[in-house]
């Protein structure tokens, strides 16, 4: 049973627009929930987050959205520049320390 | 800024022989975690330390045992590997009071197993 979902495998945006990757969760329990961008052979790098107790988070060009009666958030990114081409996970955990649960990723191409 | 170190970053095994994964946290990160990641997937938690006592576990397998030591490094001992044990091996650490939850991770480490 996937917790977190990522349902667009890949996203292509053109250089300079937004893009925005979305991510459902199912379960009500997560309280803190992460954006992570990768490169292959690379570790995770963390972007944000966001505590249940927020709607919005911004920090640069980043900016996550939470909608917790939809148990939906998203990333926007603005403006999209070709080093954001990467695959984008989004994680969610129940506590501050507790282990990470994440979506499948959305691999986004930024278009020059 | 200092990052979560992992060694070695590429490993190559025979079946059923044992591999040792190391993991340096970043200065002052007293919690680390381990995941796995196979081809195409997302990362997977396996284990998890706090102040060198395991906090949490997930998905390791028995043949799989882990500690964190008095320096705060942890390693992770994988042993009668399996090929379905080829992956990549994330380690990650956190502040106790990390702002919100985030926790960051090494490059990895690829095991192969043949």
């Known amino acids: 049973d996937q917790q977190v979902k990522q349902n667009s495998p890949s996203l292509s945006v053109q250089e300079g627009r937004i893009s925005i990757l979305n991510c459902d969760y199912t379960?009500?329990?997560?309280?803190?929930f992460l954006w992570y961008k990768k490169y292959p052979a690379e570790g995770p790098t963390f972007l944000i987050s966001?505590?249940?107790?927020?709607d919005k988070n911004e920090d640069g060009r980043f900016t996550v959205f939470l909608n917790k009666s939809a148990k939906h958030l998203s990333l926007h990114i603005v403006p999209s520049q070709p080093g954001d081409s990467a695959v984008y996970f989004c994680a969610a955990s129940r506590d501050r320390d507790d282990k990470i649960i994440f979506g499948k990723g959305t691999r986004l191409h930024i278009l020059p | 800024a200092a990052g979560v170190i992992q060694s070695p970053r590429h490993l190559i095994k025979e079946k059923r022989e044992t591999a040792t994964l190391k993991c340096y946290p970043i200065p002052r990160h007293d919690t680390v975690y381990w995941y796995q990641q196979g081809p195409g997937q997302d990362p997977q938690f396996l284990i998890s330390f706090y102040e060198k006592m395991q906090s949490d576990k997930g998905s390791i397998p028995d043949r799989f045992s882990a500690q964190q030591l008095s320096d705060y490094h942890s390693e992770l001992n994988m042993s009668s590997l399996e090929l379905g044990d080829s992956a990549l091996y994330f380690c990650a650490s956190s502040p106790r009071l990390g702002q919100e939850g985030e926790q960051f991770f090494g490059p990895g480490t690829r095991l192969t197993v043949l």
């Open positions: 379960n009500s329990m997560f309280d803190y």
């Open positions: 966001i505590s249940s107790i927020k």
